[in-house]
């Protein structure tokens, strides 16, 4: 606001010594050159102070414009970003997509696909719930499996959506035999993420890096399902069982498709993997 008045009082006094020299121009010649001595320098203070301003006025419409491009230009960068995570994240859903298909036709049962759209907050319970329900032939009892292996079972069914208990619930239970030596037990939910393999005698020869798959037995989960491989064999010195510890191939962390075994078994199920 100051330089403005001051440009307007540089301008103002400048028209008024002009205007005095112009009068003065038919009398003595002395008066228009002192004259001239005071505009001439008030004259290139006001042009470069006009410059001045217009530079000043030109640079701030510059860095608005480029201000504005690159405003433009984030934009238009966050919106190829966010396509280019779209593209990888259907890429990732086909790729497990046509996994799960392959392992579809492995199994000689019915099976619906359907995709894991919760899990139980509570730590007391590792649940699943999945978009599929009664209106798709869904019902309690019916067993849960992945390409990577068992995952769970139904233990609640509604319209359009049903609850899945994971293997790795305390309260979840699988007949299942080691593959090497068919000796048999029941994996159970253990802590941690882990099973426990149960009721394995201490005569039996069970390893660690043995494979777990169901046996057939539990009329639950068709017979050959991949459980876990063994992680750990502790052999007390007392009882009749031994302490065997099972990871499960499943990361249970990070399922999201699964499929739902409609008319198990019949105990012929031989895994395709």
Request: charged share 20%; with cysteine.
């Amino acid at each position: 606001m100051v330089m403005v008045v001051g440009i307007v009082v540089l301008i103002v006094a400048n028209a008024i010594i002009l205007s005095v020299t112009s009068k003065q121009r038919c009398g003595s010649n002395e008066p228009g050159r002192i004259a001239i001595s005071f505009v001439a320098p008030l004259q290139k203070g006001v042009v470069h102070l006009i410059r001045f301003i217009r530079g000043i006025w030109s640079d701030y419409f510059f860095h608005v414009s480029v201000a504005k491009e690159n405003s433009d230009l984030r934009r238009a960068l966050n919106l190829a970003l966010e396509k280019t995570n779209q593209y990888n994240e259907i890429d990732l859903s086909n790729s497990r997509l046509r996994k799960l298909l392959n392992f579809k036709k492995t199994i000689p049962h019915r099976v619906l696909a359907g995709e894991v759209i919760g899990r139980d907050p509570s730590s007391w319970f590792q649940t699943a719930i999945i978009d599929k329900g009664r209106s798709d032939g869904l019902e309690k009892g019916l067993p849960v499996v992945m390409p990577e292996g068992v995952v769970g079972q139904v233990v609640e069914v509604s319209s359009h959506y049903s609850k899945v208990l994971l293997m790795i619930d305390r309260n979840s239970a699988v007949d299942a035999m080691v593959q090497r030596t068919r000796d048999r037990g029941v994996v159970k939910g253990g802590s941690t993420g882990q099973c426990v393999f149960k009721y394995a005698l201490r005569k039996h020869d069970i390893r660690v890096g043995d494979v777990i798959v169901s046996s057939g037995l539990d009329g639950v989960f068709p017979k050959g399902l991949r459980i876990g491989s063994v992680s750990e064999v502790v052999k007390s010195n007392a009882g009749i069982f031994q302490d065997v510890t099972v990871t499960p191939y499943v990361d249970f962390e990070k399922i999201e498709e699964i499929l739902v075994v409609l008319n198990p078994p019949n105990n012929d199920f031989v895994s395709g993997q």
